[in-house]
């Protein structure tokens, strides 16, 4: 039978102050949880709640229907494997003999390990990637290396339930994410029912089955990571606003662009992920940046709303319109710079080859950036990256006269003025 994990109608915090109430959740085997709130929120005192280290105020935690309170330290530690924060105090151990110590709660007063105590050892270091550190001592590890190695020994206690309090902090991020894909190998492949808490966003929502928040004093439970995304609460934990955004699609953090009017413009015609790179590399350099025309279910799209840059968008397959392209049309011909990504070109977005081609024929210089020429576009004057398009200091206000409209065919001259309003015609 499957290990269950239930806790219901907890109330925890130490002594008279209360952290969190009402908290009740269920953790399935097989699934990696992860934890995550703003500092101070008592994501500790959560999880050390569940492991059995601290008393719950009130409600309970089970395990199998067992209160896990009520089990002697020895069975609790044959169910429940904790990794904490902190360096232990274990420095002139070695790897295999800290592993060793995860088979104290299987062992006799002695604990002298049998041949299958050692069989598990093995198997823990082999699992954890640490075999070939075995004879290493502890003081001459890096913090990537001791967080798999204290992993490795709370696997040795052949747990159904592993929990970890910030298993990533202090590491780099290959590290980060080594210790994240090994949580949830444990989860997935042995079947192991995995909770930690973390600090890393983007990582919980990349590698989390479930998503717990813990915030204002309360938990919430989140089936899927995407859910915990589109929710208006989760958003506001982690102060994802005006400042800072969270993609629904990607599951990435942008930090959107600071609206500059005196900034010099520049306007990008991409799509299928070949802008985000060039729409960055173009904000750190001072621009204000403008991209379409853009289907609003390509990847480009969501990531220059997320940027907050001003887009021309269009419906999800559908051609480009000729009143999307007017609009591109305005922004493009008003800008100090027009860079053109090489996108793949097929019948939905063939009117931005159009608009290019447009665009050249105007005069207008247009900048060709992507890893290689792709394909080539008369008169498109290709650079290759964006570190080598022209440095433009402050904006361009001549250009300001020679915008123009799409008739259909071609751009003809007009004295109208754009309105950021309608960039997206198609909303």
Known sequence: MGLQVRARDLRIGYGRRVVLEDVSLEIEPGTLTLVVGPNAAGKSTLLRSLAGILRP??????????????????????????????????????????????????????HILS????????????????SHLRGRRISELSDGQLQRVLIARALAQEPRYLILDEPTTHLDAPSRIEV???????????????????HELELALRFADRVVMVS??????????????????????????????????????????????????????????????????????GFSVAAGVLHRNDVDYHVATSL???????????????EALRAAVELAVSSDLIVFTYPPIGPLNSGN????????????????VGADEAYGVPGVRYVGSVDELPLVRKRRISVAARRGVWSGTRCTSSSRTSSAS???PSS
């Not at 274990?90 to 007063?109: C, D, H, I």
């Not at 041949?115 to 640490?130: F, I, K, L, P, S």
């Open 115 to 130: 041949r299958r105590d050692r069989e598990v050892v093995e198997w823990a270091m082999e699992v954890t990637g640490t």
């Open 308 to 322: 907050g840059l001003e887009v021309v968008g269009e419906r999800p397959y559908f051609p480009i319109s000729d």
């Open 216 to 285: 204002s004093g309360s938990v919430k439970v989140y089936e899927r990571p995407e859910e915990a995304v589109l929710d208006p609460e989760f958003l506001k934990a982690f102060s994802v606003g005006d400042a800072i955004t969270l993609s629904p699609v990607t599951l990435s953090l942008e930090v959107m662009a600071r609206r500059d009017e005196g900034a010099p413009r520049a306007f990008v015609v991409s799509g299928a992920g070949t802008g985000p790179p060039v729409f960055r590399a173009l904000l750190r350099r």
């Open 422 to 424: 309608s960039r997206d």
């Open 180 to 198: 994240m894909r090994l949580l949830r190998d444990l989860a997935h492949g042995h079947g192991v029912a995995v909770v930690a808490s973390t």
């Open 57 to 110: 105020l009130g409600g309970s935690v089970l395990i199998d229907g067992r209160g896990v309170h009520r089990m002697r330290s020895r069975e609790r530690a044959r169910s429940i494997g904790v990794v904490l924060t902190g360096r232990p105090q274990l420095s002139e151990m070695t790897v295999e003999e800290v592993v060793g110590m995860g088979r104290y709660p299987w062992t006799g007063a002695l």
């Open 353 to 368: 080859l159009r608009l290019v081609e447009e665009l050249v024929e105007r005069g207008l210089e247009v900048y060709g």
